[in-house]
């Protein structure tokens, strides 16, 4: 596929754990805790380019160079992208934090806005975007778009599974937006779910099956 802001973290620990989240017997807290370690996994590589700010430190021996992370925030796209935030916290803990709610029409397969709350510091933050599937691309447009009214520059999309049509939609309306994913499925059905998938996030994470 050639979309060149696409990051797939192509590593074997990564794959494992990802089987593991697929399985339809993976219990809650397994799902849990998977999507928190491969959310720190996204966090981390989509941290490498990252612009530093420098500044003068004491060792206790002696004044060297160090250096500082600008301001991060981080999005989390309701409700299933709260599951990947506390994996994202444990690499950033001082980042601000803001939730975008979307449900999608099922008969339109649209996205559905219903609340948007973010931090007050978009325009200088890092912003990463956070939701688990990436399948239609719609949620990830209209939040990324929301975002950008608040300034925001430098935007980072991170998932745990991308469809190829979200992916493309997504290069499409954002292409200056990096999209970060820990696989790459086949395809979407009829109905808008990824396949192979690992079913609906939200569900999973929450119980709510």
């Given at each position: 596929?050639?979309?060149?802001?696409?990051?797939?973290?192509?590593n074997?620990?990564?794959?494992?754990?990802?089987?593991?989240?697929?399985?339809?017997?993976?219990?809650?807290?397994?799902?849990?805790?998977?999507?928190?370690?491969?959310?720190?996994?996204l966090?981390y590589?989509a941290?490498?380019?990252?612009?530093?700010?420098?500044?003068?430190?004491?060792?206790?021996?002696?004044?060297?160079?160090g250096?500082r992370?600008?301001?991060?925030?981080?999005?989390?796209?309701l409700?299933?992208?709260?599951?990947?935030?506390?994996?994202?916290?444990?690499?950033?803990?001082?980042?601000?934090?803001?939730?975008i709610?979307?449900?999608?029409n099922?008969?339109?397969?649209?996205?559905?806005?219903?609340y948007?709350?973010?931090?007050?510091?978009m325009?200088?933050?890092?912003?990463?975007?956070?939701?688990?599937?990436?399948?239609?691309?719609?949620s990830?447009?209209?939040?990324?778009a929301?975002?950008k009214?608040?300034?925001a520059?430098?935007?980072?999309?991170?998932?745990?599974?991308?469809?190829?049509?979200?992916?493309?939609?997504?290069?499409k309306n954002?292409p200056?937006?990096k999209?970060?994913?820990?696989?790459?499925?086949?395809?979407?059905?009829?109905?808008?779910y990824?396949l192979?998938?690992?079913g609906?996030?939200g569900?999973?994470?929450f119980n709510?099956v």
């Amino acid at each position: 596929m050639n979309v060149p802001n696409f990051c797939l973290l192509d590593n074997p620990l990564v794959k494992n754990k990802v089987s593991l989240l697929r399985d339809k017997g993976c219990t809650c807290d397994n799902f849990r805790k998977l999507a928190t370690e491969l959310s720190a996994f996204l966090c981390y590589e989509a941290c490498k380019d990252v612009k530093m700010i420098p500044y003068k430190l004491e060792t206790p021996l002696e004044e060297t160079d160090g250096v500082r992370f600008p301001p991060v925030a981080f999005v989390s796209i309701l409700r299933a992208g709260l599951g990947m935030l506390s994996g994202a916290l444990r690499c950033i803990p001082e980042a601000s934090v803001g939730h975008i709610g979307m449900f999608r029409n099922e008969e339109t397969l649209e996205p559905v806005k219903y609340y948007c709350k973010l931090p007050k510091n978009m325009h200088e933050s890092v912003v990463f975007v956070m939701d688990p599937m990436l399948a239609t691309g719609g949620s990830a447009c209209d939040a990324i778009a929301e975002i950008k009214k608040e300034g925001a520059k430098d935007i980072r999309f991170l998932c745990l599974i991308a469809a190829p049509e979200g992916v493309q939609k997504l290069y499409k309306n954002h292409p200056d937006v990096k999209i970060y994913a820990a696989s790459l499925d086949r395809e979407l059905n009829s109905k808008g779910y990824i396949l192979p998938g690992l079913g609906d996030a939200g569900d999973r994470v929450f119980n709510t099956v």
